[in-house]
């Protein structure tokens, strides 16, 4: 069936460097993708998106590469600061779902990032 | 920043009472959620809806129940709480053409059954 996974639950960076988190997706039919960040107490908020019909996609201090031979998704933050830390979830959805016409979100299981002072 | 509310925050309630989840949304979207978390884990789609009179029960099976009457306005019912409901509940919404792009999350409302 569909999952989206995470290959790490945890991840602790020094302040500055940069970050990445990764994810693995199973649905060959998925064509978007979404990066959420949840921090605590606070509900997901989207970071950044691409689209299957790109390998790259660059925001502000943030970069998404997916790698749709491997079904491989990550997502790169440059010089982080503490406010970065969070939980991300990456998300996707796709045609081919069980609802004609509806498109859902499935969610990851989520890597908590810890920048360390 | 997306305006949409959730209330209350927390509620910590006993067995058997109905309680009510609130959600509102001032963005005028057509697409609304409920999602369910338990902590550090991923979220769970339970119900949504494409606009008013329109709500559809998510992946995860869940005895709640939600309206749409008013565009602005999703709220979720659990008519006799247990503690296996005890999870946070995140509602968002969506404007973009297909379901669930780019959605605004609330705070969530953390519920905890006695």
């Known amino acids: 069936g569909e999952s989206v996974g995470l290959h790490l639950p945890t991840l602790s960076v020094q302040e500055g460097d940069n970050s990445i988190i990764n994810c693995a997706y199973s649905?060959?039919?998925?064509?978007?993708f979404i990066w959420y960040k949840q921090e605590s107490g606070k509900g997901p908020q989207f970071i950044i998106d691409i689209r299957s019909n790109m390998d790259k996609r660059q925001g502000q201090r943030v970069t998404v590469l997916l790698n749709k031979t491997v079904k491989h998704l990550s997502l790169q933050i440059a010089a982080t600061q503490p406010g970065d830390s969070a939980v991300y979830f990456c998300a996707e959805t796709g045609l081919g779902g069980s609802n004609f016409g509806n498109e859902k979100l499935t969610f990851g299981t989520g890597t908590r990032l810890t920048i360390i002072p | 920043e997306a305006d949409i509310y959730q209330t209350p925050r927390y509620l910590v309630i006993g067995t058997g009472k109905k309680i009510t989840l609130e959600c509102s949304q001032t963005m005028g979207h057509d697409k609304m959620y409920w999602y369910q978390q338990d902590p550090g884990m991923e979220l769970h789609l339970i119900h949504y809806s494409y606009g008013v009179n329109s709500t559809e029960k998510g992946d995860l099976s869940s005895e709640s129940t939600v309206s749409r009457i008013r565009t602005e306005h999703f709220p979720l019912t659990l008519e006799s709480a247990r503690p296996s409901h005890t999870s946070q509940y995140l509602c968002?919404?969506?404007?973009?053409?297909?379901?669930?792009?780019?959605?605004?999350f609330g705070s969530g409302t953390q519920l905890s059954v006695l």
């Open positions: 968002a919404s969506s404007v973009g053409g297909s379901l669930n792009e780019k959605l605004f």
């Open positions: 649905n060959s039919a998925s064509d978007y």
